[in-house]
């Protein structure tokens, strides 16, 4: 530690949706910080916003003006440029980064870690930053991480479901003003015309109105397939320590505040049931089996919820995980990781 009065955390992005929900997980899981140092953007700087932890205000700081010096722990979610930045700037001044953007992920010198599937990897950080997988490959490792030890995952079908909550506080923002003003365009019986849903309010964030509807072009096109599904594939095989591992992703944005969930269709080099996998899932930590999940019912738990396990061949099973995309898909993840971070520091 760089501080002798105790352990310094910062966390980059704290006015942000996931920042924000990484001060609340800290406090509430009593990560024993003796300071904590909150740092946005210029413009909230500028705003004079403030963040509360432990019963303090805090405001937030510029970390292109700031000395850096002293701070163990670095949480960052700014954004893959503000990473791409900032990030060696707090490791050169002595600090781990725990990076939840995509700007490391495929980088072979930053671990790509979820707590309960890799931990290992966490001894050997050679640049000083360790990266979060994206949320939806979060919320999917868990559950697929013992059933591959136990017969060899070889290849996956997957169609996501996500939140709006997943591309910050702007989905949030433009689902919520499109779903209010369909209200005052009258019932729902109504709103099956569509002359009445195109006088909703233009997309901006999503590829097409997101309010009743799904979108499934969900981030940049790339050869046909999309960013989304890129780091569904790449992050996968990254984390399971896979490279040839096939995957067929298909990444759906779905007009649901919080909670992303997969349809898995898993293919295995071994024979395994659906009772077999059930029960090995039953004991795996951050994994809790349950007949039908749903985002509602995944929404603030730090589990990802999994159910639908059923046979497709004796090599193949079909299966539904449902998680919180701020929480256990980002926010907490990060913290778990500094949880094991402070166990080998001490």
């Known amino acids: 530690m760089n501080n002798p009065e105790g352990l310094r955390v910062a966390v980059v992005g704290a006015t942000g949706t996931v920042g924000g929900k990484m001060l609340e997980i800290l406090e509430e899981r009593n990560f024993p910080a003796a300071s904590m140092v909150p740092f946005a953007s210029k413009f909230s700087v500028d705003m004079g916003r403030a963040v509360r932890w432990h019963g303090t205000t805090f405001s937030v700081r510029d970390a292109d003006v700031e000395d850096l010096y002293g701070i163990d722990i670095a949480l960052f979610s700014a954004g893959a440029d503000t990473s791409w930045h900032q990030a060696p700037r707090f490791v050169e001044a002595g600090a781990i980064v725990i990076d ?69 506080l702007q989905g949030v923002t433009e689902l919520r003003w499109q779903a209010k003003r369909a209200i005052t365009l009258g019932n729902s019986l109504d709103l099956v015309n569509k002359p009445q849903l195109e006088l909703l309010p233009n997309n901006e964030v999503f590829a097409d109105r997101i309010a009743f509807n799904v979108v499934a072009v969900n981030g940049a096109l790339v050869d046909g397939h999309t960013t989304e599904e890129l780091k569904l594939v790449n992050e996968s095989r990254k984390i399971l320590g896979l490279s040839k591992l096939a995957v067929s992703a298909t990444c759906v944005r779905v007009p649901v505040y919080t909670g992303h969930s997969l349809s898995i269709n898993a293919e295995f080099r071994e024979k395994i049931s659906a009772k077999e996998a059930t029960e090995i899932l039953e004991g795996s930590p951050g994994v809790q089996v349950v007949e039908m999940p749903t985002p509602l019912e995944a929404t603030g738990q730090d589990d990802v919820f999994v159910g639908r396990i059923r046979q497709e061949g004796s090599r193949r099973l079909a299966m539904f995980i449902s998680g919180d995309n701020l929480r256990k898909g980002a926010a907490l993840n990060a913290v778990q990781i500094a949880e094991r971070l402070l166990e080998q520091m001490m």
């Open 100 to 168: 939840n953007s995509s700007a490391w992920r495929d980088d072979p010198e930053v671990p790509l870690v979820v707590s309960e599937v890799n931990p290992e990897k966490l001894e050997r950080i050679p640049k000083g930053i360790i990266a979060n997988p994206n949320c939806t490959t979060m919320i999917a490792m868990p559950v697929l991480k013992p059933l591959h030890d136990r017969a060899g995952l070889k290849r996956m079908v997957v169609s996501t479901y996500q939140a709006v909550s997943g591309a910050g």
